[in-house]
Structures are given as structure tokens and as C-alpha cells.
């Protein structure tokens, strides 16, 4: 994401003192404050294992403000919506998944369908953490264990798939479109979902030590602090209901859940869909068989015609094959070239004859009812006989002559 585009900018082995400086000042002109920080942590960290560390020896971090809004972040009824936009089981478990987990989305990504356990109240899924150096971490999932059953279910996946089968580019892109169509004017992307339920749990009052535990952050992360801010109010007003018990504004909401899928008719449609296409990949093999055969066929015709042509104009000064065709000039070589087509016209009409003897003797039935088939010759091939050859029509009697039927008694039709 990060070194391809200064790749771009000029191969990496190729930067100099200097350029590191050029390339954050073109980028600046383009990107966010944290895309241009992030960009100089990764430059840092790059050069330095090239143990080229000079070249961006002049480059600064900056520590980026907590710009996050509170009018930013995803609600509860937003991501509700997010998930009634689109009827794919996939995307309603994954948007569920990752709100509810507050996972982020590389980890997200690498979770097996084995690493889910079911409970009584719920599921528990064990989310693989790489941030932090820690193999996993239980996340409980009650709101959205029933999308994710549904998403088994529907795409009948083992325990050893990998629960969605998708990169972080198809995600961001699947994420930004839904968002779209939703209506949201929030920036919708799976980053957010972790915003939305870190904001969240801060609104419901759980403890620091359950939220980093949950959402993976060390005992020493201040990364809470972010979101205790932009949720004040809501904490205020959580706190004093706990409390007091009094009301006061709307009461929290949770994700909507959705019917349970039923294994009987998803059977049935797979094992439907599996019948096309499996149908659908023979006509498929088929075709491409046919085509290869054909594809095939065409070469050899086109180098027979090549060799040919190579053969004519090389044997012949006089001829002159183009593009646009073919230009003969010199006498001798058109006395050549007829030459050569009469001799291919007596190789062509040997061979049939050759083929017509071996038919002759080998399947004297075929070859009867070849020459007898009807009285007008019409299944009598006579290009199979050397010109002179004469044959006699089983039925009529009548000698037939390469090319002219020979009459036994004038005035005779046939």
C-alpha cells in the first residue's frame, strides 16, 4: 500500500539523499496528515533494514491529533441498516462479526471456521492477533452469531475454510459500495466498525481493562482515551441511569437479529446449483476442446500455405507474393507454377486412387454401396479416380468416364 507507490515515485534501490523529502511533499498534496505519517514510518523502517538509513535521515514523525468525531462514528442503527442493504449472507455475517468483535480486519480475515465454538448464549470466536504478539484472543459474539451460522449454513463451509474468503482491497470496496447504497453519509469502512465498538462499550460503561482485553490493545495503551472522548456525553448519561435509574435520552440499541437459515431448502438450492454447474463446466470442456482442435487445424492449414508460398517464391524469381497477393511477371514462371499445380492435381488424384482401391479391397461393402448408391451417380465420387478411369454403374449398366458418362446405345438417358 505504502512502497509501491514510491516505487512509482523512483525505485526504491535508485532513492538518494533528497528524495525521501521530494516524495512526502508530492504526497502531502494528495493524502491525509496520517496517510503522510504513516508513509514516513514505513520509509523509516524500509531504509533502515536496507541499512541505507541516511537517506531518510531527515524525515520527522509527527504525532497526529485524535481527530476522530463523534458525528463520525457508526451507530448501532447505522450499522443496522448497513446490514439490511445487502442480501449477501457473507457480508451481513462479516459487518456483524466485525463490529461486534471490534477485530481488526487483517485479523478478521485469517479466522477459520474451526476457531468458532458455540455456547449457549452465543458463540465465542477465537480471533488471531498479530499487533500485539499475543496467538489469540476469545472474542464473544451474541448479536452476531446467528449471521454467521446463517453464512455456514447457506455456503455449506467446512471447518477447515477459511471464514471469508476475501482481501482486504474486496473488502474495503464491498464495505464503501453497501455504505453507498445505504444512504449512510458516514465513511464506511472496516476500520469503523472497530471505531463503532470501542465508542460503544465506552457508552455502556464496561471497564478499561474488558475493552482492551477485548478490542486487543496492552494494559498500557492509551488508545481508549480516543474514544472516552468523543463519547462523553453518552457516558454522563449512561453513568447517571445506572445510578439514579431515572431515563434520560433514547435507550441503547442492539443489532437486529435475523431468522435462522434452514438447512433443508439451502440443500436443495445447492444441490441444484451444483447440477449446472457441473453441466455448465463439461459444455465449457467441450467448447474448449472443439476450439483447441479447430485453433489446431488452422495453423497447420496456415503453414502448409506459408511452406507453399516460401516454396513458390524462393523456386521462382519471377513471382512476387505479398499482402495483397500474388503477382507473376516472368513466362518461365508461370510455366513453373503450372507445372507444379498439375503435379499437385496428379499427386491429389493418385492418392484418391490409392484410397479408393484400399476401399475397394478392405470394404467391398462400402464400397459397393458408394458406387451403386443411386443411378445418378450422386454419391459416386468421381475426383476419387484418375482421370481416364471408367466405372461401370451397377444399376443402369452405364459406363461412367471421369467427368462424361460414356452412353452403351445413342439416344440412351440417364
Not at 293 to 300: A, I, P, R
Not at 357 to 364: F, L, R
Amino acid at each position: 500500500m505504502y512502497l509501491n507507490p514510491m516505487n512509482e515515485f523512483k525505485p526504491l534501490d535508485e532513492w538518494a539523499n533528497g528524495d525521501a523529502i521530494k516524495y512526502i511533499l508530492k504526497l502531502q498534496k494528495t493524502s491525509k496528515p496520517s496517510t503522510v505519517e504513516a508513509a514516513k514510518i514505513i520509509m523509516k523502517v524500509y531504509f533502515k533494514w536496507l541499512q541505507k538509513p541516511d537517506v531518510v535521515a531527515n524525515i520527522k514523525i509527527k504525532n497526529i491529533k485524535n481527530n476522530l468525531k463523534r458525528e463520525d462514528i457508526l451507530t448501532i442503527e447505522d450499522i443496522n441498516k448497513l446490514i439490511e442493504t445487502t442480501d449477501s449472507h457473507m457480508y451481513k455475517a462479516l459487518i456483524a462479526l466485525l463490529f461486534e468483535s471490534g477485530g481488526r480486519i487483517g485479523e478478521i480475515l485469517k479466522i477459520k471456521v474451526k476457531d468458532i465454538q458455540e455456547t449457549d448464549k452465543g458463540m465465542i470466536v477465537c480471533v488471531p492477533q498479530f499487533k500485539t504478539g499475543n496467538d489469540y484472543r476469545r472474542s464473544p459474539c451474541v448479536f452476531s452469531a446467528q449471521y454467521i451460522r446463517n453464512y455456514i449454513t447457506y455456503c455449506a463451509l467446512n471447518k477447515n475454510d477459511t471464514l471469508f474468503d476475501l482481501s482486504e482491497v474486496a473488502v474495503w470496496r464491498v464495505l464503501k459500495k453497501i455504505g453507498k447504497n445505504s444512504g449512510i453519509e458516514k465513511p464506511v469502512s472496516a476500520h469503523k466498525f472497530r471505531h463503532a465498538q470501542a465508542t460503544d462499550m465506552v457508552i455502556r460503561g464496561y471497564q478499561e481493562s474488558i475493552i482492551k482485553k477485548k478490542l486487543g490493545w496492552t494494559g498500557s495503551s492509551r488508545m481508549i482515551e480516543r474514544y472516552t472522548h468523543v463519547a462523553d456525553d453518552d457516558v454522563i448519561n449512561t453513568t447517571l441511569e445506572k445510578a439514579t435509574g431515572a431515563v434520560g435520552g433514547k435507550p441503547l440499541t442492539t443489532l437486529k437479529q435475523p431468522e435462522a437459515v434452514k438447512i433443508t431448502e439451502y440443500s436443495l438450492q445447492l444441490s441444484k446449483l451444483n447440477e449446472e454447474n457441473e453441466e455448465l463446466r463439461k459444455r465449457l470442456e467441450e467448447g474448449e476442446k472443439r476450439m483447441e482442435k479447430n485453433q489446431m487445424e488452422l495453423t497447420g492449414t496456415i503453414l502448409q500455405m506459408k511452406t507453399m508460398m516460401e516454396f513458390i517464391q524462393d523456386s521462382n524469381p519471377g513471382i512476387k507474393i505479398t499482402e495483397k497477393g500474388v503477382t507473376i511477371n516472368d513466362p518461365n514462371a508461370i510455366k513453373a507454377w503450372e507445372e507444379h499445380m498439375k503435379k499437385e492435381e496428379k499427386d491429389r488424384e493418385e492418392k484418391n486412387r490409392k484410397q479408393l482401391e484400399w476401399m475397394k479391397q478392405n470394404q467391398p461393402e462400402l464400397y459397393e454401396r458408394m458406387m451403386s448408391d443411386t443411378c445418378s451417380h450422386k454419391n459416386l465420387n468421381l475426383n476419387l479416380i484418375e482421370t481416364g478411369t471408367t466405372l461401370k454403374c451397377p444399376d443402369c449398366g452405364k459406363l461412367i468416364q471421369k467427368g462424361i458418362p460414356l452412353r452403351k446405345n445413342p439416344g440412351d438417358e440417364h
